[in-house]
Every structure is written in C-alpha cells, then in structure tokens.
C-alpha cells in the first residue's frame, strides 16, 4: 500500500472508529497490591479525538468490554460512543445503519487478530507500528507511533491533511484550546 | 527527522532571555498519564527539571507555566512544590497570556524563551527570542525551534534547557561552584 493510496482512503472516512487496548494504550495493565486496575494513555491522543470532532468527523470506541476506565477516557477525550462488544463487524453495520454511511467512510484502527475482520471491511484500516503482523498485513496505513503513544494524533493529522482541513483546525485549536 | 541547528545563533539568542515559559505536558511530563478504575489519574514529572527551575529564579529568570492540555490540577501543584508564582493552567490562548505577561513584566518577545512541544505551540515558538523542544516534540515544532534538547519531554529538558542558558550567559560556573558548596535551597 503506498502512502498515495492511504491518502485517496483517508480522504473518504467521515467516521473513526478505535479499538482501545494496543491503540490507546500499550496494553499494559498495572495493578496495585490491593487490586486496583491502572492503564496509561497519551495526551497525544486527546488532541487528535479533539481535532477530528473540530473537523467534523464522528469517532467511537469499540472494544470487546466498556469498562469503568474506557468511560473516564471516553469522557476526557470527549467521545460519546462507546460500544463494548467482540463481535465488531454487526456493531459495524448497526453504525452504518444509524449514520447511514457506507463502508468507504469508515476509518476503523486495530491491532489484534480480532480486528482483521472489520478492517479488511471498512474503507481505511489503520493499524498502529507496534500491532500484530496479522494486523499490519491487512492495514491500509500504519502509523509510526507505537500504541498508547500518540496514534489518533497521528491519524488525525494524516486524515485532516488528506482532506485539506489540518491547518484551519490547528488554527482554531491553537485559540481556543481542547 | 533530524533538523539541522545554528547552535551559535541559539547561543546569542540565549543571552538576552529573562523569562522562561513553557508547556507543561510533553516538557515536563511525556505526555503520558495512568488512570485507575475510580478515575484517578497520575502523572510523572522529572525531579531534575525542578533543579532547572529553581536554577532560573535564583538567578533572576521568570519562569512561567503555560498550559492548555491539563485534565487535572497536576500542573498547579508541580508549581506549588517548586514556589513557582507564574502557573497559567488551562489557558485557552497561550500567545494572548504570553503577550499579557511581557507587558506585566516590561519585556519583549526577544526576551522570552518558550518551550513546547505540539502544533499550539507554533505560533508561539515564531514569535519569541529563543524557542526550544524536547526531543520528542512533533516534526512541524522541531523545525520551528532554535535549538532541541537532548532530553525528551519529561526526562530533564528543562535541566538541560537551564544549562544551556546560563552556559551562554556566562554564570554556569558560578552556579555550579555555588551550589556545591552551599546547595541550592
């Protein structure tokens, strides 16, 4: 896939749709001595849900379960939709039904075995540097940030760019903040 | 990408900065934080960059924090820890609070060093004296910098920003030979 093809895809998607763990994370769980469950994110990530949402673009999480962290992270990065569930592809065309797009609008970002059937679906399949190979071999484009370190950000440019909106959207937020 | 640097040109640059401002996540953290299942988040700064602070104030260089991206208050109490007055925490605007406190402090934008590390801080980088990132800060700020320090955001490039500035302004030594003798507290 050359990166020319990546961009005439990224030009179409109107909708992201993110795995969490291996995407936003690095798949790392800490837990404290007393059973406390800790993940780590990237601020990086932030920016890029911010931008897409200033350009117009819909985003959702979709993992196989919602937990009480993917709700903390859903609510500071500012997305609504989270869907919990492993069978991907039906939620995909519950989405598509609901949004009334087609598979060409969608951006979907992965890294696990799982994923490969709902990327070899949608429009753009994005994995991230550090995903599996089965995952990187189906992906349309794959970001040089590593889970966990900044991959919607990542996307987000490169998505934005395609489709002639990054420069307005830093504008705005360098002005108004996130 | 590597970006090639007049580090002579950084240097004249850094002889006139009374006032060192910069972006709190992605310079003094990684950009990282953890959150728990009861939604409470940590964050990690860099013991060595508070050296880098109290360095500045002692020799008589402001420093300011200028952050949009915080969730939380972890900004504010780094700056409580290290009595840093000049902690603008959630600001929407950083070039506007910039320009408000060259005008509080009769100063101009050749004065100012700032620090960042993302595309907010662009504009800002432009504008000033000597603009500085981190290592890891992204390609776009990189190229806009003066000079890039060695460290990535959150592991000393505050430090070694306080080096590099006392270094061109001929009171290292001083400091350094102060320090070991009486500390810095």
Known sequence: ?178 | MEHEKDIQKAVERAKKVKLVAHDVHGVLTNNTFFCDVEGRRKYSFLHQDGFGHLSFKRLGIEVAFLDTTSIDNEGLYRAQELKLEKCYHKVRDKMAKLGELEREMEISPEDVCYVGCDITDINIMKRVGLAIAPADAIDEVKKVADYVTIAPGGRGSIRELCEFIFKAQGKWENWVEEVAKMGYK
Not at chain 1, 66 to 73: F, K, L, V
Not at chain 1, 81 to 104: C, H, N, V
Not at chain 1, 137 to 163: C, H, M, N, S, W
Request: aromatic fraction near 8%; proline fraction near 1%; glycine fraction near 8%.
């Open chain 1, 1 to 178: 896939m050359t990166t020319q093809a990546a961009v005439e895809k990224a030009k179409k998607v109107k909708f992201v749709i993110l795995d969490i763990h291996g995407v936003l994370t690095d798949l790392t769980l800490y837990y404290t001595d007393d059973g406390k469950k800790s993940e780590v994110y990237s601020l990086h990530d932030r920016l890029g849900c911010a931008a897409l949402k200033e350009a117009g673009i819909e985003a959702a999480f979709l993992t196989s379960k919602i937990t009480r962290i993917d709700q903390y992270i859903g609510s500071i990065y500012k997305i609504d939709r989270l869907y919990g569930t492993s069978a991907k592809i039906t939620q995909l065309d519950e989405i598509q039904k609901e949004f009334g797009l087609t598979d060409e609008e969608f951006c979907y970002v992965g890294d696990e075995i799982i994923d490969t059937g709902i990327m070899k679906r949608v429009g753009f399949a994005v994995a991230p540097a550090d995903a599996a190979a089965e995952a990187k071999a189906v992906a349309d484009y794959v970001t040089k940030t590593p889970g966990g370190r900044g991959v919607v950000r990542e996307l987000a440019e490169f998505i934005l760019k395609a489709q002639g909106k990054w420069d307005a959207v830093v504008e705005r937020l360098s002005k108004t903040g996130y």
